[in-house]
């Protein structure tokens, strides 16, 4: 099993949303899970022109960045780890602009029965927009949430603790494939919308609406 690590501090290693992502890491190698860690600032990742050339021809970018390696690390990945930290209650610009560039993984849910997992540190505690915009993204593309960790800066050994047992969790939700009821049946209405943007673009995205039908899930 494969873990993936996206760090968007520009503190990078020296982050404290780094170091607190390194104890969910810990966990998971601890647990047989090979990790490996991006930190976003470090690689190029241009803004989406929403040119929608990834839809008609799938994961093709005329952007010539870092953004086709991750993407492609995140596909090959059981498990994806979003760390951020708060800014102005969101992930960071950088991470949005990642995610912006991903939405072939939401026409085709792509990340369907991988499991994603949030890492928000902040500077007054408050990381809850956060970590539910994390949980949103991955249910969207068809994740499910293995849940976050939140902290604030100056962080003690309690909250390495709470992110060490997600790493557990997460882990353990990889090995058994863990079904969240209440997230499959959110992922499934999205799911259903998309069927109906698929029929209506299939002349427009021709990629993406093969995929369905090769998936049989038009
Ligand atoms: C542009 C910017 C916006 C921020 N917005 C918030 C915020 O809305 N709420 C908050 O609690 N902290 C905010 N912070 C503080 C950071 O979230 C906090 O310092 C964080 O722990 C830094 O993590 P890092 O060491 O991984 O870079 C902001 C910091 C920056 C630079």
């Known amino acids: 099993m494969k873990a993936l690590l996206i760090s968007s ?38 803004f989406c022109k929403s040119c929608e050339t990834c839809h008609v021809k799938i994961l093709k970018c005329p952007l010539t960045d870092d953004v086709a390696m991750i993407l492609r690390k995140m596909l090959d990945a059981d498990g994806i780890i979003l760390a951020s930290p708060n800014y102005i209650n969101n992930v960071t610009a950088s991470m949005k602009t990642l995610l912006d560039r991903s939405s072939h993984f939401i026409h085709c849910k792509r990340l369907l029965e991988k499991y994603v997992a ?84 299939k002349n427009e995205w021709l990629e993406e609406y093969q995929y369905w039908v090769e998936k049989g899930w038009l």
Do not use: N, W
């Not at 939140?150 to 079904?179: I, N, P, W, Y």
């Open 9 to 46: 501090s520009p503190h990078r290693e020296e982050s404290s949303t780094f170091l607190l992502a390194k104890e969910v890491l810990r966990a998971l190698e601890e647990d047989g899970v090979s990790c490996e860690e991006i930190h976003l600032h470090g690689c190029k990742v241009f």
């Open 118 to 201: 949030g890492v928000v540190t902040s500077g007054s505690g408050f990381a809850d927009m956060v970590l539910e915009y994390i949980g949103y993204y991955g249910r969207t593309c068809g994740a499910q949430y293995s849940g976050g960790v939140s902290a604030v800066r100056a962080f003690g050994q309690d909250k390495k603790e709470e992110a060490f047992r997600l790493g557990k969790k997460m882990a353990a939700d990889m090995r058994t494939k863990r079904s969240y009821p209440e997230q499959m049946k959110v992922i499934e209405e999205s799911r259903k919308h998309f069927a109906r943007v698929m029929k209506l673009r």
